[in-house]
């Protein structure tokens, strides 16, 4: 079981680059902002009725105020611009603004989310283009489940900012600075004193901040820790049980649970201590406030209606303030998240790394020979740069020919496999496919001449149908069908009640490794390519699905250049010709009897412990249709 635990330094590194609020990052941000350009009509009508809104919010101490002004005084009250008005009238008047103001917040609500929602659609289409469009190289090298829950964490962050905080930011600041514009016209001696309490505000604000920061970071990146583990164990559940170990992964699990506990537990006293001390603040500040401005009423310096005023518009500017700090930490992980994502969109795909340039697709012929060519391949895989993994290998295979890839493990034969889908490029040498360089074809052709039938097949989660389908997508069902049947699979499909529309679950576990297997071949028949690549294909199967499965692979090797890697050498006695590979080189090339025939030779060596020392002449190895390739 391959399995690695996150270490605090890969945590620490997953968590780069830093949050911070610099120049670059905000620079960052904005040019995410990119992606509501489509909707800039409806974003700003969004802004509009927002302000709308938010005016109305604010009109409404001022209409309370007034009405008990209007209440207190025979010929109602004076209101700018409209003159004296009857209570009635002042009340209906606060009726209409609250009603507009519902109106008006819906509609930006509506619009917000329009927006927000659609902008995020485009964000993770292009976030899912371009991770699948990556080089193998990148998935090499990163912790592909971490990569893809942290880009969807991010991208749920900036939901949370395009949709919540950005309006309420433009809201509060209205509050704000509206609010103390309005008290200051109502009293400047009150707004002086309410203003008095704002410093031990903000100060208690920052200082709670960074810690509830902190903590909730840390609370963040356990969980991540945490669900790591979770994900670990269940991809490779099947070890986890033959092993007997839930014990020891619920320890494992346990551990690290309780670090997410203590972590969110110090977030929780710190955020209880700050709403505590934010309600002596707000209320003692508005009772302070009141208590003044119940002093100047006493002494005939202000209207009942402009303390009420003022009260309510101390508790809209406290409100702004106390939300203040909040979405400012918002902002703040947001700029995190938009430079995560950011750094994904900005990472070279295939196609961004091809060199040369690429034929159009007009001039290739729809479909190639089928004569490929290794020369003088050197390679080393990018997360292993220390070591050639291939070295100056040459192999060349003519239209049709079948070539068996023997030799140790490690030898290097998957990777030269891998070459040839252009999985990797070498670091010298060159890949000809009809004589011409790998490179001169555009990737998605070149893929479209071969077709891999893995040890391991690994299935859709879709239907029967559909994964043979994946061969080549928009085939019709009687293709689909006659490549099942060339495959030996259309049997045991049909004798499934739900026939081709049956489930195969996930990976495709619902399937034996044999039926596996055929849906593969089938899937690579649909798909016709000129080149053919089968690894281990009958390794794990018992003689009589292997008998099945040979048969339906002689049909598809047919008229196709197949590479064929295999370890039990039974099964590679027909190749055309055979290919030792040992330590990244072809050491040994020939037929069966050429390569038998050889004395100190490293395949006849390796018949020798596979058959015992009379390998080339006796057949012990051999098992019904295993000698057919
Ligand atoms: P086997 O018969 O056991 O499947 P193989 O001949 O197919 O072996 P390869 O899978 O090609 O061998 O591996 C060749 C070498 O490359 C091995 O030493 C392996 O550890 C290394 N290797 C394989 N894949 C990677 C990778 N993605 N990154 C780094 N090194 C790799």
């Known amino acids: 079981m391959s399995r690695r635990n996150p270490s605090q330094e890969d945590i620490a590194l997953d968590r780069l680059p830093k949050a911070a609020l610099n120049r670059e990052s905000l620079r960052e941000t904005l040019a995410l902002a990119a992606y509501l350009r489509p909707y800039r009509p409806r974003f700003l009508a969004g802004m509009s009725t927002l302000f709308v809104s938010a005016a109305c919010g604010l009109a409404f101490p001022f209409l309370a105020g007034t009405l008990i002004d209007a209440a207190m005084r025979p010929g109602g009250a004076t209101l700018p611009w409209l003159g004296a008005m009857p209570l009635n009238q002042v009340a209906l008047l606060l009726v209409a603004a609250v009603a507009l103001q519902s109106l008006a917040s819906f509609n930006s ?26 080089p193998m190289a990148f998935f090499g090298q ?88 979770v994900e670990e164990t269940l991809q490779a559940i099947a070890s986890v049980k033959a092993f007997a170990n839930e014990a020891f992964e619920l320890g494992r699990y346990e551990t690290s649970n309780r670090r997410v506990l203590a972590a969110a537990l110090s977030a929780a006293r710190w955020r209880a201590v700050f709403v505590a001390f934010f309600i002596i603040a707000l209320f003692g500040g508005i009772a302070i406030v009141m208590w003044f401005g119940a002093g100047l009423l006493q002494q005939g310096k202000i209207s009942p209606g402009e303390l009420t005023r003022f009260v309510l518009y101390s508790t809209f500017v406290a409100g702004a303030m106390g939300q203040a700090a909040e979405l400012f930490s918002q902002i703040q992980k947001t700029v995190g998240a938009t430079q995560r994502v950011r750094e994904l969109l900005r990472e070279p795909t295939e196609g961004d790394l091809a060199v040369g340039r690429p034929a159009v697709p007009g001039e290739l012929p729809p479909r190639a020979r089928g004569a490929v060519a290794l020369v003088e391949i050197t390679f080393r895989y990018p997360a292993r740069p220390e ?3 291939l070295r100056s290998l040459s192999l060349a295979a003519q239209p049709g020919e079948r ?18 889908l ?17 490179r001169d074809y555009p990737l998605p052709w070149l893929r ?10 690994l299935l859709f989660g879709g239907t029967i149908l559909e994964n043979i389908a994946y061969g080549r997508p928009g085939a019709d069902e009687a293709a689909i069908r006659e490549a099942a049947r060339q495959a030996n699979a259309d049997d045991f499909i049909r004798a499934f009640p739900e026939g081709y529309g049956t489930i195969v679950g996930d990976r495709g576990i619902q399937l034996s490794g044999g039926q596996r297997q055929r849906v593969a071949i089938a899937r690579a028949i649909l798909k016709n390519p000129a080149v053919l690549i089968l690894d281990e294909a009958t390794s794990s199967l018992d003689s ?9 692979l002689d049909r598809l090797m047919l008229g196709r250049t197949t590479f064929i890697i295999a370890h039990r050498l039974a099964t590679v006695r027909n190749a055309d010709r055979i290919a030792v590979i040992e330590a990244g080189q072809v050491v040994e090339l020939g037929t069966h009897d050429e390569l038998s025939a050889r004395p100190d030779g490293l395949y006849r060596r390796l018949s020798a412990l596979q058959f015992g020392p009379a390998a080339g002449s006796s057949e012990p190895g051999d098992r019904p249709g295993a000698s057919a390739i």
């Open 109 to 134: 609500a509506l619009a917000f989310n329009r927006v927000g929602q659609s902008a995020l659609a485009d964000l993770r289409r292009d976030c899912y283009q371009r991770l699948i469009a990556l």
């Open 142 to 229: 990163r912790r592909v489940g971490e990569l893809t829950s942290r880009v969807s964490t991010d991208v749920a962050q900036i939901e949370g900012a395009l949709i919540d905080a950005l309006p309420q930011l433009c809201r509060q600041s209205v509050f704000l600075l509206g609010g103390v514009t309005l008290i200051t016209l109502t009293s400047g001696q009150l707004t002086a004193v309410m203003l008095g309490t704002l410093p031990v505000l903000i100060a208690a604000a920052v200082f709670f901040g960074r810690r509830l920061r902190r903590f909730s970071r840390e609370t963040q990146d356990q969980l991540a820790a945490t669900n790591t583990i």
């Open 387 to 389: 070591t050639a993994v």
């Open 403 to 420: 070539i068996a890839l023997v030799g140790p493990s490690g030898a290097g034969k998957s990777t030269l496999t891998a070459l040839l």
């Open 422 to 438: 252009r999985f990797y490029d070498p670091e010298s040498g060159r890949l000809l496919l009809d004589g011409r360089d790998a």
């Open 448 to 457: 479209a001449q071969m077709a891999i039938v893995p040890q391991d097949v």
């Open 544 to 552: 009589e699905s292997e008998a099945q499965v040979q048969l339906a």
